[in-house]
């Protein structure tokens, strides 16, 4: 267990639909990073946050957004969703960008 | 851009053979070099790790050296288990500027028959 907490652990939803992924960092952890696992592309980067603050984006597209609230749980919200966002969506957290990233089990978001 | 590349699956393994994934990076600058397992079901588990050059992560039998020289960071065991079956991914995290995320290979799969 990595102690890092994702929900839902698995959505179907249909397209042009919206989502919301919840994450909880491992406790103590500041920093929280979003990414998409899919066949077709692997393992990306979408984006980071640091104590509230955005601090690196990746291939997030816009139709994607998240945020890091005050308690630094985070949220990744998928709006007019296409079959294509099809994925595993992984949170990870670390204490700063200078220690181990640990990843949650992922959100399987299946989209019909 | 920064990049990994690892070396395609899948790759199937009797039990107690030796295992060697190749991993090799483009890097403008020093990054740290990771490799990660995903087991099937599971989220992605931090396997080893290194953060300099001639650097050895290991853990759980796996290993991996760091060399600047040939920019690899080859994971290696030298008897595996059917537990050891997995997807196993190497990556890497670059610090410069204002970026810490991890840059993924495309992963490896590794079946281990009895």
């Known amino acids: 267990d990595s102690g890092v907490t994702q929900t839902p652990k698995h959505l179907i939803t249909a397209t042009g639909q919206r989502v919301t992924l919840r994450c909880s960092p491992r406790s103590g952890d500041l920093s929280v990073y979003w990414y998409q696992q899919s066949l077709d592309q692997g393992l990306q980067f979408l984006i980071q946050y640091y104590n509230g603050e955005e601090r690196a984006k990746g291939n997030i597209l816009e139709r994607f957004s998240a945020q890091q609230f005050p308690d630094l749980h985070s949220e990744l919200n998928l709006s007019s969703l296409e079959l294509g966002d099809s994925a595993l969506y992984f949170c990870a957290s670390s204490l700063n960008r200078e220690n181990t990233i640990y990843f949650g089990e992922g959100s399987w978001l299946t989209v019909v | 851009g920064d990049s990994v590349t690892q070396m395609e699956g899948p790759v199937t393994l009797s039990e107690e053979a030796f295992l060697t994934i190749n991993c090799t990076y483009t890097?403008?600058?020093?990054?740290?070099l990771f490799w990660y397992v995903q087991y099937p079901g599971e989220g992605l588990q931090l396997l080893l790790k290194a953060t300099k050059a001639d650097d050895k992560g290991s853990n759980k039998g796996f290993e991996a050296t760091y060399r600047k020289e040939t920019t690899s960071f080859h994971l290696e065991k030298g008897s595996v288990q059917v537990s050891d079956s997995a997807v196993y991914f190497c990556a890497l995290e670059y610090y410069g500027g204002s970026q810490g995320n991890l840059i993924f290979g495309k992963g490896t799969k590794l079946s281990v028959k009895p």
């Open positions: 890097a403008t600058g020093y990054p740290s």
